[in-house]
């Protein structure tokens, strides 16, 4: 319970099992909830004021009610809901609006009242009818429908100047009424199964139409006026009839069709048209009739024959053609002063004749299965053409005037001849063909030119004459031989080109100060020689099979080249002047040589090329530069010398800049050439040991030019390579720290037996090794090499004193850190008995 004041709030709620109140009343002109709430039934009512607004709700199991009420001038909504029937009504004012719903299981009825002049619909619905009625006024619409399950009926009404249509429809009946006014229009259609009719009237001067369809009949008619116009058609299974009727000065249609036989006709005036026509199974007819001054058409159709006549005057025009299974005749005539055209055919035969005037043109023509003959003839001072053709023979003949143009032509089996002269002083063709023989004539005048052509089967001859001060063409060809001839005059050209099987000439002639061109080709040999003037240019040039020659020769102050080739040779050879310049080149074999001289004070350059060597010296004086390469395979030598206040430099380069890290620099070697018995295993020189000593010593033995045999003998398994390389430089690849490369020593011819150990005079190997000197290298200093080890053995050198002397001592002057640390772990690690000596 909650109560407030100051123009009160009182909110009361009681809550049981089986009940539930809610009562709030508010005031300032008041607002009453209550909502009660059981298990079978809730009631809620609201009121408010300040003009009124109550709501009323009522639900239990088997209905529902809501009520509405509104003021301001009127809403009023009941809502009543039961299991079978549903009930709905609306009140609304303000010159009203109604609406009532009321819905059972077998019916519906809505009903719907507007003012405001009225609008009432009311609809009715049940399992076997439904009815809609509607009324509208402010000058009023009316619609009913009303449909049943064998029955449906329209009816629309409108005013303002009436129109009412009318519609009902059973199961076997089909019935549509229009009427409209404004002077009238009415339509009416009935539909029955065997039956349709369709009338349509019109006012404002007639129209009228009436159509019946019957199973068996079609009637079409029409009216119309304003000065008339009638159409009337009637259909049958076995009959069609078609009549139309137009005035405004006559038109007539009238159309018959039956299965037999069909009538056309038709008849226009304002000065005449009439049109027939009938057909038949056999036969057509077609007639047609123009006037003002007249066009008469006729035309007759059978299965054997057509005939057409047509007939046109304003001075005369006739054309007749008949046909028949065996002939065809055409017939024209025309006049305003004539032309004629007949045509004949059969089956074995066709006629052409023409006729025409105004001075006359006559063609005729023939043809038979054998032969064909044309005739032309026309004037205005003449033209006439005839051709005839048989199997085996065509003559065509024309004849021009107006100063003569004749054409002959004859063609059989075996020749042909053609003849053609123009005169306007003179053109002549003359042609003849045979299965052998070609010979063609051509003369032209106003001061000439001949051309003759003749073929065989074995020779061509042309022959060709220009005047005009003359131009002579002459050319025959044989199997064997071709020969041109060509003279041209306005001071003269002549070629002349001859050509055999093993032989060809060619020679040219210019003047006007002269060019002369001679060219000879045989099998072996090809000779050109040029000779230009205007102060001199002669090319010679001359090939065989081994050798080619070219020499050339300009003056105007003088250019000369000259080159020959041969298998085994090439020179060439240049000279400028206009103060000098020559160009000498001489390639070999294994040699090429250039030479360059350039003066306007002075450039010589010279290159010489070998397999082993190249030389480039080159001078250029204006107070002096010199260049001198040489290049050999394993050497670089470059000096410049420069003046105007001197420059000199020298370059020297062996090999490469990685030859020279690595230390690999070689000179000229010489190679074994001493004849080895493998049997025996005779050495010239053996070397025990593979350091840098032993090394050296068999490079220079090499090049110092000896050729015998050289023998390495190492406990090592490995190559001579750089020892102290090895413990210094920790980023050294194998191939960096070998003296020399595997491929080094079989080139030079040097042999080296890897783990193989010394004693006394033979290696553990199965044959013995005899030698004339023996060099022991292990790496001592110059004198002890020198000192000979032994008296009896004079060929031994040894390079590090007592081979056998087990017990060694040395004596140490100075102490570290005099000594560096290096030093120092030598002595005390080889277990050497030393004494040292150190200065006060």
């Not at 405001?116 to 006024?137: D, G, L, M, N, W």
Request: charged share 40%; glycine share 2%.
């Amino acid at each position: 319970v909650q109560v407030k004041t100051e123009s009160k709030e009182v909110r009361v709620q009681v809550k049981t099992e089986s009940k539930e109140v809610r009562v709030q009343v508010k005031t300032e002109s008041k607002e009453v909830r209550v909502q009660v709430k059981t298990e079978s039934k809730e009631v809620r009512v609201q009121v408010k004021t300040e003009s009124k607004e109550v709501r009323v709700q009522v639900k239990t199991e088997s209905k529902e009610v809501r009520v509405q009420v509104k003021t301001e001038s009127k809403e009023v909504r009941v809502q009543v809901k039961t299991e079978s029937k549903e009930v709905r009504v609306q009140v609304k004012t303000e010159s009203k609006e109604v609406r009532v719903q009321v819905k059972t299981e077998s019916k519906e009825v809505r009903v719907q009242v507007k003012t405001e002049s009225k609008e009432v619909r009311v609809q009715v619905k049940t399992e076997s009818k439904e009815v809609r009625v509607q009324v509208k006024t402010e000058s009023k619409e009316v619609r009913v429908q009303v449909k049943t399950e064998s029955k449906e009926v329209r009816v629309q009404v409108k005013t303002e100047s009436k129109e009412v249509r009318v519609q009902v429809k059973t199961e076997s009946k089909e019935v549509r009424v229009q009427v409209k006014t404004e002077s009238k229009e009415v339509r009416v259609q009935v539909k029955t199964e065997s039956k349709e009719v369709r009338v349509q009237v019109k006012t404002e001067s007639k129209e009228v139409r009436v159509q019946v369809k019957t199973e068996s009949k079609e009637v079409r008619v029409q009216v119309k006026t304003e000065s008339k116009e009638v159409r009337v058609q009637v259909k049958t299974e076995s009959k069609e009839v078609r009549v139309q009727v137009k005035t405004e000065s006559k038109e007539v249609r009238v159309q018959v069709k039956t299965e037999s036989k069909e009538v056309r006709v038709q008849v226009k005036t304002e000065s005449k048209e009439v049109r027939v026509q009938v057909k038949t199974e056999s036969k057509e007819v077609r007639v047609q009739v123009k006037t003002e001054s007249k066009e008469v058409r006729v035309q007759v159709k059978t299965e054997s024959k057509e005939v057409r006549v047509q007939v046109k005057t304003e001075s005369k025009e006739v054309r007749v053609q008949v046909k028949t299974e065996s002939k065809e005749v055409r017939v024209q005539v025309k006049t305003e002063s004539k032309e004629v055209r007949v045509q004949v055919k059969t089956e074995s035969k066709e006629v052409r004749v023409q006729v025409k005037t105004e001075s006359k043109e006559v063609r005729v023509q023939v043809k038979t299965e054998s032969k064909e003959v044309r005739v032309q003839v026309k004037t205005e001072s003449k033209e006439v053409r005839v051709q005839v053709k048989t199997e085996s023979k065509e003559v065509r003949v024309q004849v021009k005037t107006e100063s003569k143009e004749v054409r002959v032509q004859v063609k059989t089996e075996s020749k042909e001849v053609r003849v053609q002269v123009k005169t306007e002083s003179k053109e002549v063709r003359v042609q003849v063909k045979t299965e052998s023989k070609e010979v063609r004539v051509q003369v032209k005048t106003e001061s000439k030119e001949v051309r003759v052509q003749v073929k065989t089967e074995s020779k061509e001859v042309r022959v060709q004459v220009k005047t005009e001060s003359k131009e002579v063409r002459v050319q025959v060809k044989t199997e064997s031989k071709e020969v041109r001839v060509q003279v041209k005059t306005e001071s003269k050209e002549v070629r002349v080109q001859v050509k055999t099987e093993s032989k060809e000439v060619r020679v040219q002639v210019k003047t006007e100060s002269k060019e002369v061109r001679v060219q000879v080709k045989t099998e072996s040999k090809e000779v050109r020689v040029q000779v230009k003037t205007e102060s001199k240019e002669v090319r010679v040039q001359v090939k065989t099979e081994s050798k080619e020659v070219r020499v050339q020769v300009k003056t105007e102050s003088k250019e000369v080249r000259v080159q020959v080739k041969t298998e085994s040779k090439e020179v060439r050879v240049q000279v400028k002047t206009e103060s000098k310049e020559v160009r000498v080149q001489v390639k070999t074999e294994s040699k090429e040589v250039r030479v360059q001289v350039k003066t306007e004070s002075k450039e010589v350059r010279v290159q010489v090329k070998t397999e082993s060597k190249e030389v480039r010296v080159q001078v250029k004086t204006e107070s002096k530069e010199v260049r001198v390469q040489v290049k050999t395979e394993s050497k670089e030598v470059r000096v410049q010398v420069k003046t105007e206040s001197k420059e000199v430099r020298v370059q020297v380069k062996t090999e490469s800049k990685e030859a020279l890290q690595t230390q690999r620099r070689t000179k000229v070697m010489s190679k074994c050439s001493a004849v080895i018995n493998s049997c025996n295993g005779f050495s010239h020189v053996l070397i025990i040991g593979s350091g840098p000593a032993g090394l050296v010593c068999a490079e220079t033995l090499r090049q110092e030019g000896f050729t015998d045999r050289i023998v390495m003998c190492t406990m090592d398994k490995h190559p001579p390579y750089d020892r102290p390389k090895l413990s210094k430089s920790l980023e050294s690849t194998a191939e960096q720290l070998q003296m020399r490369a595997a491929e080094f020593f079989q080139m030079h011819d040097i042999e080296v037996l890897l783990e193989k150990e010394l004693i006394i005079i033979f290696i553990t190997s199965e044959h013995p090794l005899k030698c004339f000197k023996v060099c022991v290298s292990r790496g001592r200093s110059i004198w002890d090499a020198l000192m000979t080890y032994d008296p009896v053995l004079s060929g031994v050198f040894s390079g590090g004193g007592d081979i056998r002397a087990k017990n060694r001592s040395c004596a140490v002057i100075g102490s570290p850190p005099q000594l560096g640390p290096r030093d120092w772990s030598v002595v005390t690690d080889r277990s050497i008995s030393f004494r040292v000596i150190k200065s006060c």
